[in-house]
């Protein structure tokens, strides 16, 4: 892969576009193109209004009466989101699927007769409508006899290939860190390695989420934000799931030596269950769009939760607040600005016209070792409001500190200045006019390559 790279890319110019290590895995650059994806909660508490259920509630406590995951995954694809984690069995123990390795799922219930599978409703409406279909499955389990025994791995691992071979392509896997007592009082050694392997060897292109990755990381919050700055980088050996440094979570280790990109989970409601007291307490559209910018705006992923209710639908005014979410975003990027000349000094082959051509792939490339910029001309009395930035980080994420400045007539002028940028960078800035538009890289680990450059103009938020 690296000689194929520095091949393909050194044209021109040897050695002078080479990939920065560490870089994203293939199935970790899939993921980062999906930036926003649905988080679904759903089990036994969404019929008790327990955030963490206990493991003693009875089977027959999941009844959802009219079920309907088209309901839920329609929703979702109107919203934009690109695919779906479900909790397949939360702290609680009890599985969403019929388990072979526990008496505490579905099959136990009496919702359809104990014949339904959550797991397969779902995956088939995925498949159907074109999402992509994840799962959650918390190692901490509250019901499990055997909780607290090697024994244990065993049953984990036993569910992991289930709900892994069973359902058809999963894209993410989700291992909670929170982790407590189980039902006997005794505290659980998990085998990590054993996990993880399990996972690749059942579904390669998975990637894997937990507190410290390995290929997704946890933010370090549940309010959806991001920081700046935030590098996709992290030295793994010193964390394990559960044990991690907060800090470093949401910032990232720059010049770590892996690739661990930071993943925003964040529920649409104030609790991560449904419960009828909170359907008049959905996040409004604007904390919404904050969470939005704060998340994929800041080169992070943004997993938002929305809990079925429970007869185990989305409940209207969730439906509600995600139509108008799309609406939005969608109204915010149609009015993209075309420039008229675009021109930096740069590589040749990696030319600066290439970060406004909408291409993923083509890049510029900065003729400079570690700064350098980009000039867009834009017809007079051109105005914008927005700013999307994106490094090719197929090649490593680069960027420590850059500027925005626009042109008054006389002088440039500076109106942003921030630290990284990576997969993704969205700026929400107060209208600006002007007919020319600067964005430099001040300092960069290695050649700044820039992948986009784009100006939109939003419209007034209210219309
Ligand atoms: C936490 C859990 O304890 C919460 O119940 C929820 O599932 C959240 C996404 O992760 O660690």
């Not at 969730?318 to 969608?330: P, Q, S, T």
Request: proline share 7%.
């Amino acid at each position: 892969m690296l000689t194929f790279l520095t091949a393909v890319v050194g044209l021109g110019q040897a050695g002078a576009v080479e990939p920065l290590h560490p870089v994203p895995s293939p199935r970790q650059l899939a993921w980062h193109r999906l930036r926003t994806y649905a988080f679904v909660h759903f089990g036994p508490n969404t019929f008790t209004g327990e955030e963490w259920g206990h493991g003693t509630e009875r089977p027959e406590t999941f009844h959802p009466r009219r079920l309907d995951c088209r309901q839920w995954v329609r929703t979702f694809q109107r919203a934009g989101l690109k695919g779906v984690i479900i909790t397949a069995k939360h702290h609680d123990g009890f599985c969403l699927w019929p388990s072979k390795f526990s008496s505490h799922t579905v099959a136990q219930s009496r919702w359809r007769r104990g014949k339904g599978d959550v797991l397969r409703d779902l995956s088939e409406a995925c498949r159907a409508e074109g999402l992509k279909f994840g799962v959650y499955l918390s190692p901490w389990d509250r019901n499990h006899p055997t909780y607290g025994s090697p024994q244990y791995n065993d049953v984990f691992v036993s569910m992991l290939r289930e709900v892994l071979t069973g359902y058809g392509p999963v894209f993410e896997v989700w291992f909670d860190g929170a982790n407590g007592e189980g039902p006997n009082g005794k505290r659980q050694v998990y085998d990590w390695p054993r996990f993880v392997q399990t996972v690749r060897e059942c579904q390669p292109e998975a990637v894997i989420f937990s507190d410290a990755g390995p290929d997704v990381r946890w933010v370090g919050n549940e309010q959806g934000f991001a920081s700046d700055p935030n590098w996709a980088t992290l030295n793994r050996e010193r964390f394990e799931p559960g044990k991690a440094d907060q800090n470093e979570l949401t910032l990232g280790h720059e010049g770590g030596k892996d690739w661990v990109p930071a993943e925003c989970d964040v529920s649409i409601r104030p609790g991560w269950f449904w419960r009828a007291s909170e359907d008049g307490k959905v996040k409004s559209l604007e904390d919404l769009m904050s969470i939005y910018y704060g998340s994929v705006g800041q080169g992070a992923s943004l997993l938002l939760n929305v809990p079925p209710n429970a007869d185990g639908r989305i409940s209207e005014p969730d439906v509600a607040r995600l139509v108008e979410f799309r609406k939005r975003l969608d109204a915010e990027f149609s009015k993209p600005l075309r420039p008229i000349r675009v021109f930096g000094e740069s590589v040749p082959g990696y030319e600066a016209e290439n970060v406004t051509d909408e291409r993923e792939e083509s890049f510029g490339a900065s003729s400079q070792a570690r700064n350098g910029s980009v000039e867009l001309e834009l017809t007079k009395g051109s105005a914008f409001n927005r700013v999307a930035l994106a490094e090719p980080v197929q090649l490593g994420q680069r960027v420590r500190r850059f500027q925005i400045d626009i042109w008054d007539g006389a002088a440039w002028r500076e109106i942003y200045v921030g630290d990284t940028i990576g997969p993704h960078r969205i700026l929400r800035l107060a209208r600006q006019e002007t007919d020319r538009v600067r964005v430099s890289v001040l300092d960069a680990r290695d050649r700044p390559l820039l992948s986009e450059v784009r100006l939109f103009l939003a419209p007034p938020a209210k219309v």
